[in-house]
């Protein structure tokens, strides 16, 4: 029986320095070797000889059978038609879209890379089947139709697909643009024809868009920053399912349990025909946030000490690490760091990579420091440093830190790395670093309570309202608050410094700008604070309520008055909001283009003409010259 294509393709890594590579994430449903061919490439051969069976997967047959498999054949029947409905393209756009500029701010023009592609084998993990193909052979300042083939026969894109062609587009070299679209928080959408309680899916209707517009805009990046799939909220229908594996009526009930629970909610969110022609053709980075795993992941000692003490969460945090390492993790690295990367050699080399990566979680969930999930990514002039503030906390009540040592040290060290070669410094934090003043108070004098400084039953009392409140972003942590402060202040000053520092964040589930100030002397850089959440989910009207009054004059009287209660001090820096909050299912984008950096804000709308993304705001950021 034919291999055929289980989840993906997702394109996730592009060249920009030399505009020649990138990587495309597969999963089969069975050992094979799996092949990217970029238009033009001879028929029966790839630009690439295929690469020879490795241990892993080579002796293997069969798919994993199973309730997993038919819930993902099943997914995808469901959601075809909602695809085709949604979606207008014409013959016309599959023949021509290989050679379309690409509609970013000084984009490529219309050249594309015959005869570039790659190929590899699949490795197992928890009986799936996986590879990540590297693609050589593209040319700079290119848009290249591909397909995928696995064991040579065509399996991407579907025949009768409503879309136009998944492209591999690569910068012109040197670059000088780019434009990063960026949220979080996307709860899966329902299948086809399903009513949608939280309303439409920025992602997909951000692909429809693009569908629609082969030759309009279009990101040439996109940051998912944090919760890209719910661990701990699954959907009905997934729920059907676990119910059809284990009793829902032991923990974790309803909430995930191993790989195979992991992979279906990854199964759940890919499949979506909308979400996986958009993963196909537009480069991705991802970071996780507590949800991949679950909800308040790694929020204080005591927590992490009573999970560890159920007889249900070594599985769990083993199988949330393994699977965030295989779909997500993975395809953040170039394949530099691919080819140096010993747990990726490991599970290629052996016939199932999965005890190799298991050991790899186990050391990661136990000696965190031991692990780097935080990485870098530079798209011309412009540096992306993307850090984990969850599994890199030290958690100790009297040192507590959201980034340990050595991944501080990293951080500094990323960010101050050949001053004068980047014009704008994107920090991708999935919590965000400014928060309304009233609830940056609380959560630092939640701190101080937790810490011990008011006596012990307030610290048991600052414990639950941590819990209950979610009260663990930067200002939880008030020394990596200033430490992040601090190191912003110093990139951004000096004449080597760049245009503007923006962190990049989402959790929150509303979108606002918020500017910093500092004491004398301020940073010459314009620093901002972007947060956008969710792209698919909802927020409770009485959090709204809390988020506006939190920048409010009461609040921000309110904060003071608990901020003097813990006698937590003032930050050394100050900061207001500039726009928002907005509330709705979201995207922002930001447009780099030499020293000027563009901000723009869209959310999901629905009118008589169907759903769309509607600008509700967009600014200059810095004029460059």
């Known amino acids: 029986m034919a291999a055929g294509l289980r989840l993906g393709p997702l394109l996730r890594y592009v060249d920009w320095e030399t505009g020649e590579h990138a990587t495309v994430w597969i999963e089969a449903d069975r050992p094979c070797t799996a092949e990217v061919r970029c238009l033009g490439a001879p028929s029966g051969e790839g630009p690439g000889e295929a690469a020879a069976p490795t241990a892993g997967d080579a002796g293997a047959s069969g798919a994993p059978g199973g309730a997993g498999a038919q819930s993902a054949e099943g997914a995808e029947d469901a959601r075809s038609a909602e695809g085709a409905e949604d979606?207008?393209?014409t013959?016309?756009?599959?023949d021509t879209q290989s050679t379309q500029s690409t509609g970013s701010p000084g984009g490529p023009p219309a050249v594309s890379s015959k005869g570039a592609g790659g190929s590899a084998r699949t490795f197992r993990i928890e009986g799936h089947h996986y590879a990540l193909i590297p693609v050589s052979g593209l040319s700079p300042a290119s848009s290249t139709e591909y397909e995928v083939l696995l064991d040579g026969r065509r399996v991407w894109p579907p025949a009768d697909s409503p879309y136009p062609p998944s492209v591999i587009r690569t910068p012109a070299i040197p670059a000088e643009a780019v434009r990063v679209a960026f949220g979080s928080c996307r709860w899966s959408a329902p299948p086809a024809r399903k009513h949608d309680p939280i309303g439409p899916d920025a992602l997909d209707t951000l692909a429809a868009r693009m569908a629609a517009e082969p030759e309009g805009e279009r990101p040439d990046l996109l940051v998912l920053l944090g919760d890209q799939v719910y661990a701990d909220a699954t959907s009905q229908e997934t729920q059907r399912w676990l119910a059809t594996r284990r009793d829902l009526g032991r923990p974790p009930g309803t909430q995930v349990a191993d790989y195979e629970e992991y992979h279906r909610l990854y199964e759940e969110s890919w499949l979506d025909p909308q979400v996986r022609w958009l993963l196909s053709t537009v480069p991705s980075c991802m970071i996780f946030d507590d949800h991949d795993v679950i909800d308040d992941w790694n929020t204080s000692a005591s927590w992490v000490s009573e999970m560890r003490a159920t007889p249900w969460w070594r599985e769990r945090i083993l199988s949330g690490l393994m699977s965030y390492w295989v779909h997500q993790h993975l395809g953040n690295l170039s394949p530099a760091e691919l080819a140096g990367d010993p747990v990726y050699a490991a599970?290629?080399?052996?016939p199932d990579g999965t005890e190799a990566l298991r050991a790899f979680a186990a050391r990661a969930d136990a000696d965190p420091a031991s692990v780097r999930w935080s990485y870098r990514r530079d798209f011309g002039r412009t540096r992306l440093l993307m850090?984990?503030?969850?599994?890199?906390?030290?958690l100790d009540e009297q040192h507590r830190a959201m980034l340990d040592d050595e991944e501080a040290c990293w951080l500094r060290d990323q960010a101050l790395q050949a001053p004068g070669s980047y014009d704008h410094l994107l920090i991708g934090t999935s919590l965000p670093w400014l928060l309304p003043p009233a609830i940056h108070d609380v959560e630092s004098w939640n701190a101080a309570l937790c810490r011990g400084d008011r006596g012990a039953r307030w610290a048991r009392v600052g414990e639950n309202l941590r819990r209950r409140a979610d009260?663990?972003?930067?200002?939880?942590?008030?020394?990596?608050?200033?430490?992040?402060?601090?190191?912003?202040r110093e990139v951004g000053s000096g004449p080597l410094a760049p245009s503007t520092v923006c962190v990049l964040s989402g959790d929150v589930h509303h979108a606002y700008v918020a500017e910093p100030r500092w004491p004398d002397p301020a940073p010459s850089a314009r620093v901002f604070q972007l947060t956008c959440s969710p792209v698919h989910n909802a927020i409770h009207a009485s959090v709204r309520v809390g988020f506006r009054f939190g920048w409010s004059r009461a609040g921000r009287r309110l904060g003071q008055v608990m901020a003097r209660h813990g006698g937590t001090g003032r930050p050394t820096v100050r900061w207001d909001k500039s726009g928002g909050p907005w509330f709705g299912n979201q995207l922002m984008t930001l447009t780099l283009n030499g020293r000027s950096a563009e901000l723009r804000l869209?959310?999901?709308?629905?009118d008589r003409t169907g759903t769309r993304l509607l600008t509700v705001d967009e600014r200059n950021l810095t004029h460059g010259p």
């Open 602 to 606: 869209d959310q999901t709308g629905t």
């Open 87 to 89: 979606t207008r393209s």
């Open 387 to 394: 850090i984990d503030t969850r599994a890199a906390r030290v």
């Open 347 to 350: 599970v290629r080399d052996a």
């Open 471 to 488: 009260l663990e972003h930067w200002a939880a942590f008030p020394s990596s608050f200033e430490e992040l402060a601090a190191l912003i």
């Open 91 to 94: 013959q016309d756009t599959r």
